[in-house]
């Protein structure tokens, strides 16, 4: 089994701040991690993933997140949020089921941005 | 390339009425999600489908719930006869392959009241 912890349902930040939005997993076998974000009145689309390799990862609208196995986590940072980064976010964890991919959620984290 | 397609965006039923959805996934994937996503929630898998085949639908509620995707292109959802909790976001996600590394593309999702 496996499970998603985002402990922050909400995030209000200053525009032009740093953010952190935080998640935390547990799993008994090895996972693949996700960030998702949805946009108001959208989809969820990939924000960015880590699959192997070096355990920072980046997205192309300045997100980034680390992979840190130790502690289980898959924490999800900007350095200067925009008011179009208000958005809610949702991470992910991706294993193998019988050659199939099994996805767990975790509850999302509403990042508002405030002018 | 086209996104994953949903309709209807939004339903508003009476219990104990029937309702279906329908999801077109981007061309060329062969893997097809449902997920119902409540307020306040992570999305929730309901039933997994390799081109017209079903992977896994442990959590879908199979008393009220039905899906199919018959020529492993398009799909359907229906519930009958729907209660006041089924009110909640229903997302199609779709992906090129089936591994536990693949990214998956979200169409816009139908909201759902139940009254």
């Known amino acids: 089994a496996q499970s998603v912890t985002q402990l922050d349902s909400q995030v209000p930040v200053f525009e032009e701040a740093p953010v952190e939005l935080r998640c935390n997993y547990s799993s008994s076998v090895s996972v693949y991690l996700f960030w998702y974000v949805q946009y108001p009145n959208q989809g969820l689309q990939l924000l960015l993933k880590y699959l192997s390799g070096s355990t920072l990862v980046e997205s192309i609208n300045g997100f980034e997140a680390e992979f840190n196995k130790s502690q289980t986590s898959f924490h999800l940072r900007k350095p200067s949020v925009h008011i179009s980064d208000t958005a809610e976010y949702f991470c992910a964890v991706s294993r193998d089921s019988g050659g199939y991919q099994k996805v767990t959620f975790g509850i999302g984290t509403k990042l508002q941005v405030i002018p | 390339e086209a996104g994953v397609a949903q309709s209807p965006r939004y339903k508003i039923i009476e219990k104990r009425q029937s309702v279906a959805f329908w999801c077109n996934p981007i061309s060329g994937h062969a893997t097809l999600y449902w997920y119902q996503q409540i307020l306040g929630q992570g999305p929730k898998l309901l039933i997994q489908?390799?081109?017209?085949?079903?992977?896994?639908d442990s959590q879908l509620p199979k008393d009220r719930f039905s899906a199919e995707r018959l020529k492993g292109v398009d799909s359907t959802l229906k519930i009958q006869p729907a209660k006041l909790e089924d009110s909640a976001v229903y997302l199609c996600?779709?992906?090129?392959?089936?591994?536990?590394?693949?990214?998956?593309?979200f169409g816009p999702g139908t909201r759902l009241l139940v009254l």
């Open positions: 489908f390799q081109n017209n085949g079903v992977v896994d």
């Open positions: 996600a779709s992906s090129l392959n089936r591994g536990a590394r693949e990214t998956q593309y």
